[in-house]
Every structure is written in structure tokens, then in C-alpha cells.
Nanobody, 121 residues
């Protein structure tokens, strides 16, 4: 009952920044926890960050400090601000939502189609 549409991906030079957006529609009670994941070429999908409806956050340690997740509950939108981008950040970034309540452990139930971020040298 939740639809997620990502936007904001594109080509960016290493060291630059980019902001991704995810517009959610449907049952707001099915998206208590939302997050961003990414899948780089030849790699498995990995967690980037998650955020609860109360704005508690959880980040992958290696990305903490460069990436910031936020959400606007009134607009049903989640954001991922990416700074100091590196070549290894190149990936398809996916927005996801969970019916659970744990910002750390609740499994994701809904997924967007993804948006490609390409970081160049």
C-alpha cells in the first residue's frame, strides 16, 4: 500500500554533493521507518541509512558524516544528502519503507525502483 518514487540521481564529480528525494504515497502507517539502500556494480545491496517517523536515524558507520538522511512527514518525502562523494559511491540508490518500528532492525516491506548515482573522477 506504499509507493515510493526516487529522484535526484545523476552524474556528479568526486568531492561534490547531491541530494536524493523519495516521494511516498499510500498508507502512512506502513512507512514508520524509511531508508536508503544502494547497490554498486558487482556488489550486494547495502544499507545506507534509515530514519523513523520520530526522526531517529541509523547510519552505516562508513558513511556517517558524509551522508545525512532526513524526512518531511507532512510532505511524505525522505531525503538523502550526500557530500564529499567518492568513486565508490557510484550505485543505484533505492528508497524503502518498513511497517516496523525499529529504526535499526525492522525489515523493509516496500521498495522504489531506484535512481542511479554516478561519481566521476
Amino acid at each position: 500500500q506504499v509507493q515510493l518514487v526516487e529522484s535526484g540521481g545523476g552524474l556528479v564529480q568526486a568531492g561534490g554533493s547531491l541530494r536524493l528525494s523519495c516521494a511516498a504515497s499510500g498508507n502512512i502507517f506502513s512507512s514508520n521507518v524509511m531508508g536508503w539502500y544502494r547497490q554498486a556494480p558487482g556488489k550486494q545491496r547495502e544499507l545506507v541509512a534509515r530514519i523513523s517517523s520520530g526522526h531517529s536515524t541509523y547510519y552505516t558507520d562508513s558513511l556517517k558524516g558524509r551522508f545525512t538522511i532526513s524526512r518531511d512527514n507532512a510532505k511524505n518525502t525522505v531525503y538523502l544528502q550526500m557530500s564529499s562523494l567518492k568513486l565508490e559511491d557510484t550505485a543505484v540508490y533505492y528508497c524503502a519503507a518498513s511497517r516496523g518500528i525499529s529504526v535499526m532492525t525492522s525489515p523493509m516491506d516496500y521498495w522504489g525502483k531506484g535512481t542511479l548515482v554516478t561519481v566521476s573522477s
